[in-house]
T-cell receptor, first 113, second 110 residues
Framework: DVKVTQSSRYLVKRTGEKVFLECVQD?????MFWYRQDPGLGLRLIYF???????EKGDIPEGYSVSREKKERFSLILESASTNQTSMYLC????????????FGAGTRLSVL | SQQGEEDPQALSIQEGENATMNCSYK?????LQWYRQNSGRGLVHLIL?????REKHSGRLRVTLDTSKKSSSLLITASRAADTASYFC??????????FGKGTTLSVSS
């Protein structure tokens, strides 16, 4: 079974802190994705990556950056956390092309106070 | 935004009834996918229908696709309390990534 692991289920941070959300997949998938999910807005794509050291902006990249130094790991970075970044963050991975099935982690619920 | 839209936003039914939810999307597609999310968890893939297919079945799930109307529907037959979850459709955005709709929240009461 594909496993996508997000390092924390719940995280509480202060405004202005630098926050790292980590995601690891064990299926040698080329593609990895970060989404945020908010009530009434559904899932919105933040960043994605098709290969090591590659990154592409999604729908809402402002205030975020990403890092993919190894194929299995994709990190989301909040350079200076703000209260409007309080949200559920979901990581996913997939093989090959954009249309392929995505496998999701359990999510990280981040609260920025 | 290129997000698709599910309809209705929320649906409440009794066990044993059928649940139908609809999805409209904005892009041309190779396929359309449906995912399920239990409360507070990640999404799980349910079913994929290709653009040249009109209907697909998987267990109690039936998906239809109308590419001329850019719409799809998901039917869950004989619903159970365990089907309570949010359901999302997903299509390809800009040829580069999947984009998800806002979801339909299904509540099945016993």
């Amino acid at each position: 079974d594909v496993k996508v692991t997000q390092s924390s289920r719940y995280l509480v941070k202060r405004t202005g802190e630098k926050v790292f959300l980590e995601c690891v997949q064990d299926m040698d998938h080329e593609n990895m994705f970060w989404y945020r999910q908010d009530p009434g807005l559904g899932l919105r794509l933040i960043y994605f990556s098709y290969d090591v050291k590659m990154k592409e902006k999604g729908d809402i990249p402002e205030g975020y950056s990403v890092s993919r130094e190894k194929k299995e790991r994709f990190s989301l970075i909040l350079e200076s956390a703000s209260t409007n970044q309080t949200s559920m963050y979901l990581c996913a991975s997939s093989f090959g092309g954009a249309q392929n099935i995505q496998y999701f982690g359990a999510g990280t619920r981040l609260s920025v106070l | 935004s290129q997000q698709g839209e599910e309809d209705p936003q929320a649906l409440s039914i009794q066990e044993g009834e059928n649940a139908t939810m609809n999805c409209s999307y904005k892009t041309s597609i190779n396929n359309l996918q449906w995912y399920r999310q239990n409360s507070g968890r990640g999404l799980v893939h349910l079913i994929l229908i290709r653009s040249n297919e009109r209907e697909k079945h998987s267990g109690r799930l039936r998906v239809t696709l109308d590419t001329s109307k850019k719409s799809s529907s998901l039917l869950i037959t004989a619903s159970r309390a365990a089907d309570t979850a949010s359901y999302f459709c997903a299509s390809v955005w800009a040829g580069t990534a999947l984009i998800f709709g806002k979801g339909t929240t299904l509540s099945v009461s016993s």
